[in-house]
Each structure stands twice: as structure tokens, then as C-alpha cells.
């Protein structure tokens, strides 16, 4: 659980299995580095070829660099400059197929998009969700909201419940601390209610 200026807490949930991800973006990366290799042999060699084996270098060193553990450390292994790397090869001679250079492109702006770290932010306004488009809810919206063995349970007036699993790296010790935020909030609202009416 973090604090930021914007937010009084921020929860990081868990972050899901990116297992089909990957393994579609090794299969597509390696069909690339087929494909350009089977290229570069079947054609006559020309000067720019140096260019594309440096890409297909940069595409395995990559890959072994993520799957070894020897990235930046992250927990979430990220395929984007590898598929930014076969996009240029498909831009190029002699694969020059430009559509599916378009289709790598945009498959690693997806990548960040789906691997984008989820988090709720809590706040005296509400209750906000950095998903695209960001959702944001008012505390009379909800009902309840607590967070315990690592669970954070919100639960909406409309009967609509949340429920996910948070980072294990979270402050446990600030659980008690979050819970009394959002009763705090919430006990607010109902003696505002109470007031008007």
C-alpha cells in the first residue's frame, strides 16, 4: 500500500498470470527470426542486411536476458522492445511486409496496456480505479470496503462486489489503519445523510 500526494492510499493488486501473453509473443518473435533468416539466405546479400542480424541479435539476447532473470528486475517480464525489434524486421527488406510490421507495433503498445500495473486509489472524494478509462466511484456509491489477509473486498451500493487479491510486498501493518480511512469515510457520509434529512 503506498501513499501519494492525490491519494491517502493506493493498493496495488496482484498482478494476473501473463503466461499466454508471453508465450504468444516468443512463438510470433521466433516465426520473425525464421522468416528473416530464411530471407536473408534465399536473397542476394545486400549492404542494409548488417542492420536486420543486429535486430535478430537484439531479439535473442532479449529474450534470454527476460527469461534468465537478468532484466531490470521487475517481476513482470516485458516483450515490447522485442516486438518493436521484429516490427522493424518486418518493415524491412526482404520480409517488407508492412502490415504485420503494423501488427507487432501495436501488439507491444498492447503489452504495456495489459501488463500496466492495477491499482485503486482511496481518497477523501472516493475511490478511484487506474483502469483505462479510469472509474471513478463517490463513497455513497459504497456500502463497505475492508482489506484483510491480503484480500481487499469493496462492496457497492448496488449490490456490485469487488474482491482481489493485493501485492504481497503491501504494508500489512497499515491494514488496520486503511480499514478505520474507510470507515472513517463512510460513517461520514451516513451522519451528512442523516443530518440532511
Not at 499466454?20 to 536473397?43: D, K, W
Not at 541479435?57 to 532484466?71: Q, W
Not at 475492508?146 to 448496488?158: E, G, S
Request: glycine share 4%; with cysteine.
Amino acid at each position: 500500500m503506498n501513499r501519494k500526494k492525490e491519494y491517502d492510499y493506493i493498493v496495488t493488486l496482484k498482478h494476473p498470470n501473463y503466461k499466454i501473453y508471453n508465450l504468444i509473443s516468443v512463438l510470433t518473435c521466433m516465426i520473425t527470426l525464421a522468416a528473416e533468416a530464411y530471407g536473408i539466405v534465399q536473397t542476394p546479400f545486400a549492404t542494409y542486411y548488417w542492420v536486420n542480424i543486429l535486430m535478430m541479435v537484439y531479439i535473442i539476447y532479449n529474450f534470454t536476458a527476460l527469461l534468465t532473470g537478468r532484466s531490470d528486475g521487475e517481476s513482470v517480464i516485458s516483450f515490447k522492445w522485442s516486438l518493436y525489434a521484429a516490427a522493424f524486421l518486418w518493415l524491412m527488406y526482404p520480409l517488407h511486409i508492412p502490415v504485420i510490421g503494423i501488427f507487432f507495433i501495436v501488439a507491444a503498445l498492447l503489452e504495456r496496456q495489459i501488463k500496466f500495473p492495477q491499482e485503486i486509489g482511496f481518497s477523501n472524494d472516493g475511490i478511484t480505479f487506474n483502469t483505462f478509462p479510469f472509474k471513478h466511484y463517490n463513497w455513497d456509491d459504497v456500502r463497505n470496503v475492508v482489506l484483510k489477509d491480503d484480500i481487499i473486498t469493496i462492496d457497492f451500493t448496488n449490490n456490485k462486489i469487488i474482491q482481489r487479491e493485493i501485492e504481497p510486498a503491501e504494508l500489512t501493518e497499515e491494514e488496520n489503519e486503511f480499514n478505520e480511512f474507510c470507515n472513517r469515510q463512510l460513517n461520514n457520509l451516513h451522519t451528512q445523510n442523516n443530518f440532511v434529512s
